[in-house]
């Protein structure tokens, strides 16, 4: 099996930064993207940012010139440093990771963290 865990989370006041950690462990032969979603009460699961293994991200238009996601491949880990932050961004931020468990099998599986809570409050 694989694991997600996240950490970084936490109180901040607006403008304030953190940085989110994620790392994939357990039986894992390669991962593709891996990525940020967060949901805040009441709202839809929303994706923040997402990096493919070679280094191409893509980032929600609100986070834009915010927030920074990068990877460490050999680490299986992904990052999310966020800068700026604003009361709206308070979520529970989920991190994800696209997995092929064996080299002989082309079927990747989506993996899923427990969730970190960022609070952006004065």
């Known amino acids: 099996q694989v694991q997600l865990v996240e950490s970084g989370g936490g109180l901040v006041q607006p403008g304030g930064s953190l940085r989110l950690s994620c790392k994939a462990s357990g039986t894992i032969f390669s991962i593709n993207a891996m990525g940020w979603y967060r949901q805040a009460p009441g709202k839809q699961r929303e994706l923040v940012a997402a990096?493919?293994?070679?280094?191409?991200?893509n980032y929600a238009d609100y986070v834009k010139d915010r927030f920074t996601i990068s990877r460490d491949n050999a680490k299986n880990t992904v990052y999310l440093q966020m800068n700026s932050l604003k009361p709206e961004d308070t979520a529970v931020y989920y991190c994800?990771?696209?997995?092929?468990?064996?080299?002989?099998?082309?079927?990747?599986?989506?993996?899923w963290g427990q969730g970190t809570q960022v609070t952006v409050s004065a």
């Open positions: 990096v493919t293994r070679a280094g191409s991200t």
């Open positions: 994800n990771a696209d997995v092929w468990v064996h080299w002989f099998s082309s079927i990747s599986t989506t993996y």
